[in-house]
């Protein structure tokens, strides 16, 4: 079956300070994946994704992911916090040999701390 | 340019009522999905449309959900007899087509069944 896992529910880190939100992901076939941001009282915001190519992927804000075949992850990450991408974020998968369904994680609530 | 719209934004009801939520998605996008988040869970899929259709309606918890997109553009969620656990915020997204691409999600209607 197809599932997102979002091992921290929290992540916090000092401003300016590297960040990583992990994102592990079971599927059948390959996978497309995703990361969304939802920022308090808005909708969910496309950051970035992965469909085929380079492994390492660039998104908005200056964040990127790392897609790892092996491992089954696809972890969320930028050099230097800012205060402003405090959020909640959720990783995504779509298998694309199967169905029209994205699956979601539970979501990871990021605090950068200045 | 505008963006995905729902309406109501938030939905008061009694056990047992009929309501229906509205998504107006971005004008041209042919692919749109229904969503449901409960607190503290990410985004569990109900429907997809390409155009008119139900391409994929597996997500639907019962048959008390339906949904329509008569015209290949605005989509309604409808729920019978509703039930106090189908109290969640309903998200809906569109995008250009399906697949690969990443979905443009609106605000959300929260939903309380008392």
């Known amino acids: 079956a197809q599932s997102v896992a979002q091992p921290e529910d929290q992540v916090n880190v000092a401003e300016g300070n590297p960040l990583t939100v992990k994102c592990t992901y079971s599927?059948?076939?390959?996978?497309?994946l995703f990361w969304y941001v939802q920022y308090p009282n808005r909708g969910l915001q496309f950051l970035l994704k992965?469909?085929?190519?380079?492994?390492l992927v660039k998104g908005s804000y200056g964040f990127e992911a790392e897609f790892n075949k092996s491992q089954t992850s696809f972890h969320l990450k930028k050099p230097s916090a800012l205060v402003s991408d405090s959020a909640l974020y959720f990783c995504?998968?779509?298998?694309?040999?199967?169905?029209?369904?994205?699956?979601f994680g539970t979501g990871t609530s990021l605090t950068v701390i200045p | 340019g505008a963006g995905v719209s729902q309406t109501p934004s938030n939905k008061v009801t009694e056990k047992g009522k009929y309501v229906e939520l509205r998504c107006d998605p971005i004008?041209?996008?042919?692919?749109l999905y229904w969503y449901r988040q409960s607190l503290g869970q990410g985004p569990e899929f109900l429907i997809y449309?390409?155009?008119?259709?139900?391409?994929?309606d597996s997500g639907l918890p019962n048959d008390r959900f339906f949904a329509v997109r008569p015209e290949g553009s605005v989509s309604t969620l409808k729920i019978q007899r509703t039930e106090r656990g189908d109290s969640a915020v309903y998200l809906c997204?569109?995008?250009?087509?399906?697949?690969?691409?990443?979905?443009?999600f609106g605000p959300g209607t929260r939903l309380t069944v008392l």
């Open positions: 997204a569109s995008s250009p087509q399906r697949g690969n691409n990443e979905q443009f």
């Open positions: 599927v059948s076939g390959n996978p497309y």
């Open positions: 992965y469909i085929t190519g380079d492994n």
């Open positions: 995504a998968v779509r298998d694309m040999n199967t169905g029209n369904q994205f699956y």
């Open positions: 004008s041209g996008h042919t692919a």
């Open positions: 449309f390409q155009g008119t259709g139900a391409a994929d």
